[in-house]
């Protein structure tokens, strides 16, 4: 950073353009905003993507927003002309077509002045004329109260600079954070016994994530998350099918929730890959395909509304890949729940495991289309047990057998951006699992879901939604402990995203199973919810 403002020191027109960044301090002066251009040193030092794609001329005449009636015009036009040290842009502008103000005429001089001195003290050809001089002594002159505020502001800039250096967390780390908190309540009892209401009580709970985002090169991404909960599950000893999305409870103790290390393959950082030891999902991988929704934070209410179920297939620690390209998109991966447990039963490729692979294709800008595999293995060791649906389906159909369980796993997801403020998203899930210890076990499960998204509904930046749909359902089932499912659940989910600002929303909603584990002997499930969500 030190580097840069000494390089606004020799670059004045980058100076100018600093200036006008924070030019709150000459608002009374300067009325109107314009943008000047940046040396190439200063370009060499991060104003290239800005000013990349624009050609620069060297005549002040070219520059409509310098009136050619005035004195100082004549004067500096004859300096540029002969010495090119002023630039402006391929429309005639400094861009934005507005009048010159004093401080950014005086940039403007300011670089003649340097590029003048540069010429004397080098002895190089042409040197300055005597003419020349005079038009700068009186240009200086006219424009000294506008000179010195204008490097001034520089050197303050610059202390600044060397403080927020001196007093920064890391030079490849940024810390991002985001709070949830939440009210909600259950209105119905499920079970139908008013006695046994405790897990549908009203609540407020939190869930906090400390994200370190760390980069070594500019493209790569090493994620290092904490985090901390007391969210609890709602209708728990009735039903899975009301779980929050950001559900998470670790008695309000911090956990390593996530680390991992994203790096490109190729130098258009289309081809990334992934490593991982805690906390790597499949949906940070592979894509979703309910870009409004998705989102555990601020995106869908329920943990089944936000993606097809079938990316809740064991993970935590492995690796993967994943391309994007114009029209295509792929991805494969390898994870496991135990990775770190070197036991019978566990491990990288002992315990619970989930290979998956999925591509995409784009027909339009505004239309995805794909398919997601995923074969997976569910072990019975002592810290997890076989979970089909990851907890959004029956009790029935999440552990069929009881006992170690392999599945395939197929899936259709879409989205589509019908017009500026609807966003239609759905999905289709098959899983075909079979017993391990017990060949003639089978069960299948289907789900399915449509999303309704209204992005900038009655304000930019909200969210309107709805989401309809069946909760993964165990439609055939041989030599399983329970079973068929009797009965077919609906989801429907309703939400309204309120953004307050950049980094605060507001979310009231409600989620509505019927005859929750897709048994119509249970009441309806209503559960209410206001969420409000912090970033930073």
Same mark, same amino acid.
């Given at each position: 950073?030190?580097?840069?403002?000494?390089a606004?020191?020799?670059?004045?027109?980058?100076?100018?353009?600093?200036?006008?960044?924070?030019?709150?301090?000459?608002a009374?002066?300067?009325?109107?905003?314009?943008?000047?251009d940046?040396?190439?040193?200063?370009?060499?030092?991060?104003?290239?993507?800005?000013?990349?794609?624009?050609?620069?001329?060297t005549?002040?005449?070219?520059?409509?927003?310098?009136?050619?009636?005035?004195?100082?015009?004549?004067a500096?036009?004859?300096?540029?002309?002969?010495?090119?040290?002023?630039?402006?842009?391929?429309?005639?502008?400094?861009?934005?077509?507005r009048?010159?103000?004093?401080?950014?005429?005086?940039?403007?001089?300011?670089?003649?002045?340097?590029?003048?001195?540069?010429?004397?003290?080098?002895?190089?050809?042409?040197?300055a004329?005597?003419?020349?001089?005079?038009?700068?002594?009186?240009?200086?002159?006219?424009?000294?109260?506008?000179?010195?505020?204008?490097?001034?502001?520089?050197?303050?800039?610059?202390?600044?600079?060397?403080?927020?250096?001196?007093?920064?967390f890391?030079?490849?780390?940024?810390?991002?954070?985001?709070?949830?908190?939440?009210?909600?309540?259950?209105?119905?009892?499920?079970?139908?016994?008013?006695?046994?209401?405790?897990?549908?009580?009203?609540?407020?709970?939190h869930?906090?994530?400390l994200?370190?985002?760390?980069?070594?090169?500019?493209?790569?991404?090493?994620?290092?998350?904490?985090?901390?909960?007391?969210?609890?599950?709602?209708?728990?000893?009735?039903?899975?099918?009301?779980?929050?999305?950001?559900?998470?409870?670790?008695?309000?103790?911090?956990?390593?929730?996530?680390?991992?290390?994203?790096?490109?393959?190729n130098?258009?950082?289309?081809?990334? /890959?992934?490593v991982?030891? #805690? $906390?790597?999902?499949?949906? +940070?991988?592979? %894509?979703? &395909?309910?870009?409004? *929704?998705?989102? !555990?934070?601020?995106?869908?209410?329920?943990?089944?509304?936000?993606?097809?179920?079938?990316?809740?297939?064991?993970?935590?620690?492995?690796?993967?890949?994943?391309?994007?390209?114009?029209?295509?998109?792929?991805?494969?991966s390898?994870?496991?729940?135990? /990775?770190?447990?070197?036991? #019978? $039963?566990?491990?990288?490729? +002992?315990?619970? %495991?989930? &290979?998956?692979?999925? *591509?995409?294709? !784009?027909?339009?800008?505004?239309?995805?289309?794909?398919?997601l595999?995923?074969?997976?293995?569910?072990?019975?060791?002592?810290?997890?047990?076989?979970?089909?649906?990851?907890?959004?389906g029956?009790?029935?159909?999440?552990?069929?057998?009881?006992?170690?369980?392999?599945?395939?796993?197929? $899936?259709?997801?879409?989205?589509?951006k019908?017009?500026?403020?609807?966003?239609?998203?759905?999905?289709a899930?098959?899983?075909?699992?079979?017993?391990?210890?017990?060949?003639?076990?089978?069960?299948?499960?289907?789900?399915?879901?449509?999303?309704?998204?209204?992005?900038?509904?009655?304000?930019?930046?909200?969210v309107?939604?709805?989401?309809?749909?069946?909760?993964?359902?165990?439609?055939?089932?041989?030599?399983?402990?329970?079973?068929?499912?009797?009965?077919?659940?609906?989801?429907?989910?309703?939400?309204?995203?309120?953004?307050?600002?950049?980094?605060?929303?507001?979310?009231?909603?409600?989620?509505?199973?019927?005859?929750p584990?897709?048994?119509?002997?249970?009441?309806?499930?209503?559960?209410g919810?206001?969420?409000?969500?912090?970033?930073?």
């Open positions: 950073m030190k580097l840069f403002w000494n606004l020191r020799l670059s004045p027109a980058a100076a100018g353009l600093s200036l006008l960044l924070a030019q709150g301090a000459f009374g002066e300067a009325t109107t905003q314009t943008n000047v940046a040396s190439p040193s200063a370009i060499e030092l991060g104003l290239q993507d800005d000013l990349a794609s624009m050609d620069q001329v005549s002040v005449s070219q520059l409509s927003d310098v009136q050619p009636t005035d004195w100082a015009f004549q500096l036009q004859s300096l540029v002309e002969r010495y090119g040290c002023i630039a402006g842009y391929p429309d005639g502008t400094f861009k934005g077509n009048p010159l103000s004093r401080y950014e005429f005086a940039a403007g001089l300011n670089a003649c002045l340097d590029r003048i001195n540069d010429l004397i003290k080098a002895a190089t050809d042409p040197l004329t005597k003419e020349d001089l005079r038009k700068l002594q009186k240009l200086q002159e006219e424009f000294a109260a506008e000179l010195a505020a204008l490097r001034g502001r520089v050197d303050a800039l610059e202390a600044r600079t060397s403080e927020l250096e001196a007093n920064q890391s030079t490849t780390t940024k810390l991002t954070g985001e709070v949830v908190m939440a009210v909600a309540a259950g209105l119905s009892d499920v079970v139908g016994d008013d006695d046994n209401d405790e897990a549908d009580n009203a609540t407020f709970s869930r906090v994530r994200n370190f985002n760390t980069s070594f090169t500019g493209k790569d991404l090493l994620r290092t998350r904490l985090q901390v909960g007391n969210v609890p599950r709602y209708y728990s000893s009735e039903t899975n099918m009301a779980r929050l999305a950001w559900e998470s409870n670790t008695s309000n103790n911090f956990i390593l929730d996530e680390l991992y290390y994203r790096f490109p393959l130098s258009a950082n289309t081809w990334r /890959a992934f991982g030891t #805690t $906390g790597l999902d499949i949906d +940070d991988i592979h %894509y979703t &395909a309910n870009p409004l *929704l998705e989102s !555990s934070a601020d995106g869908a209410l329920s943990r089944f509304g936000r993606y097809n179920p079938l990316f809740r297939q064991p993970q935590g620690a492995g690796i993967g890949v994943n391309y994007k390209g114009e029209r295509f998109r792929f991805a494969a390898y994870l496991a729940s135990e /990775a770190n447990d070197p036991q #019978t $039963g566990a491990g990288l490729f +002992d315990g619970s %495991y989930s &290979a998956a692979a999925s *591509l995409y294709y !784009s027909p339009s800008k505004t239309w995805d289309i794909g398919l595999y995923a074969y997976a293995y569910h072990s019975t060791d002592a810290r997890t047990r076989p979970s089909l649906t990851g907890g959004t029956s009790f029935l159909g999440d552990n069929p057998f009881r006992d170690p369980t392999s599945a395939h796993n197929v $899936g259709v997801q879409t989205t589509a019908l017009s500026k403020n609807f966003v239609l998203s759905g999905w899930g098959w899983t075909f699992a079979n017993a391990e210890d017990n060949g003639d076990g089978n069960a299948d499960l289907f789900n399915w879901a449509l999303t309704f998204a209204f992005p900038d509904l009655f304000k930019e930046g909200s309107g939604a709805l989401i309809v749909g069946q909760q993964p359902n165990l439609y055939n089932a041989d030599n399983t402990v329970g079973g068929e499912d009797d009965d077919n659940s609906w989801h429907i989910e309703a939400l309204y995203k309120f953004a307050v600002n950049d980094n605060i929303s507001i979310t009231p909603g409600v989620i509505v199973v019927t005859d584990n897709n048994n119509n002997d249970n009441d309806t499930a209503v559960l919810v206001l969420r409000t969500v912090f970033k930073f």
